[in-house]
Structures are given as structure tokens and as C-alpha cells.
T-cell receptor, first 115, second 115 residues
Framework: AQSVTQLDSQVPVFEEAPVELRCNYSSSVSVYLFWYVQYPNQGLQLLLKYLSGSTLVKGINGFEAEFNKSQTSFHLRKPSVHISDTAEYFCAVSEGAGGYQKVTFGTGTKLQVIP | EAEVAQSPRYKITEKSQAVAFWCDPISGHATLYWYRQILGQGPELLVQFQDESVVDDSQLPKDRFSAERLKGVDSTLKIQPAELGDSAMYLC?????????????FGEGSWLTVV
């Protein structure tokens, strides 16, 4: 069975500093990986996704993530954060299951950007 | 930009009462998902439809929860009777296809408070 681990429940970072949000997954087959962002009282919005090809994936709002198969990781990074990046971030893995996809989400990491 | 529509946005109900949530996915999306998100946690899948058929309802508490997507378009999630532990955000989402790697698009969510 697939699973997603986001070890950091909260990450405080000063404005304009770099940030890395960690995500590790486990799966027995090929996987597809996603990062979503959730602002307060809203649904989830796709930041970026890895399906195949280049292991470095660029997304919206200046975020990028690197897929590392040997370490089963898909960490999210941004070189310089803004106040508006304060939100909760969810890593997700999609796996095929009997002809349809099964998507599992991590528990989320709250990014708090400090002015 | 097409969106997943959900209603109501907020619902307060008394314990043992019935409550229903409605969702209209992005036009043309074959797959519809209902997730439950408890405060501080990631979304957990309740039920997944491919057109009008249920493909995964393994985590749906069937003694009190029901979901339908009669014409393969919009969907209703019902809880009867509601319990205090059902207080959460109920997220509807859709994807173009059901195979692995398909991006899931979320609605704004419906907040349920059971008192």
C-alpha cells in the first residue's frame, strides 16, 4: 500500500529566505507525485506534479520539487519566500489500482512566513 | 477557468440530524471524488466515482454516509444521522480521467459543524 510522510508539521521561515518542505513516499509500483497548497478555508490548489521525465519539476509561484527515486523523496523548494506563501502544503502520491488511480495525501506542512 | 462547485460552504447541524452536500465537477470530468479533511490533517478519500459508478468506497462509513452520482455529472453526499465526530471539511474534487497521474481539481469545500 502506498503512503506519504511529511515529517514537518510546521515550518517557520523568514521572508525572502529559502525553504524546503520534505516529502517521502512508499509505493510498490511506479508513482506519480503532486504538491498542493491550501490557503485558509479554501480547497487545495495544484502547485506542481511529477509524471515522468526530468526529475526537477517547476510549478507555480516560484516553487520547484525534485523527484529522487533512490531516496523515495519529492521535496518542495522555493529560493525566496513571500508573506503570501503562508499556507499549508500537501504532498500526494497517485498509484494505479485496478484501472483507476488511488491518491493518498500526506498530513500536511504549515509554512509560516515571518516578516 | 472551470471550477468544481460545492454547496453549502458552511453547515451547522445538530447531532442525529441529516445533512447533505452537493458537488458539480468540472465539465467533462469523468472522475469525481469526495474527501473528508479533519482540521490539521490531510484529505482522506471517502468515495470515488467513475462516471456514475463507484470505484472505491472502502473508507466510507456506510452505516451513516451515502453518495450518489446518478447521471454521471453532479453528486450528493449525505450523512444521516450526523455525529459530533463528523465535524470536518468535505471536499469534492474531479479529474478528467480516472487513470493514475491525472490531476485532481478541488472545490472550495463544505465546512460541517455538528453540535
Amino acid at each position: 500500500a502506498q503512503s506519504v510522510t511529511q515529517l514537518d508539521s510546521q515550518v517557520p521561515v523568514f521572508e525572502e529566505a529559502p525553504v524546503e518542505l520534505r516529502c517521502n513516499y512508499s509505493s510498490s509500483v511506479s508513482v506519480y507525485l503532486f504538491w498542493y497548497v491550501q490557503y485558509p478555508n479554501q480547497g487545495l490548489q495544484l502547485l506542481l506534479k511529477y509524471l515522468s521525465g526530468s526529475t526537477l519539476v517547476k510549478g507555480i509561484n516560484g516553487f520547484e520539487a525534485e523527484f529522487n527515486k533512490s531516496q523515495t523523496s519529492f521535496h518542495l523548494r522555493k529560493p525566496s519566500v513571500h508573506i503570501s506563501d503562508t499556507a499549508e502544503y500537501f504532498c500526494a502520491v497517485s498509484e494505479g489500482a485496478g484501472g483507476y488511480q488511488k491518491v493518498t495525501f500526506g498530513t500536511g506542512t504549515k509554512l509560516q512566513v515571518i516578516p | 477557468e472551470a471550477e468544481v462547485a460545492q454547496s453549502p460552504r458552511y453547515k451547522i447541524t445538530e447531532k442525529s440530524q441529516a445533512v447533505a452536500f452537493w458537488c458539480d465537477p468540472i465539465s467533462g470530468h469523468a472522475t469525481l471524488y469526495w474527501y473528508r479533511q479533519i482540521l490539521g490533517q490531510g484529505p482522506e478519500l471517502l468515495v470515488q466515482f467513475q462516471d456514475e459508478s463507484v470505484v472505491d468506497d472502502s473508507q466510507l462509513p456506510k452505516d451513516r454516509f451515502s453518495a450518489e452520482r446518478l447521471k454521471g455529472v453532479d453528486s450528493t453526499l449525505k450523512i444521516q444521522p450526523a455525529e459530533l465526530g463528523d465535524s470536518a471539511m468535505y471536499l469534492c474534487a474531479s479529474s478528467l480521467r480516472t487513470t493514475e497521474g491525472n490531476t485532481i481539481y478541488f472545490g472550495e469545500g463544505s465546512w460541517l459543524t455538528v453540535v
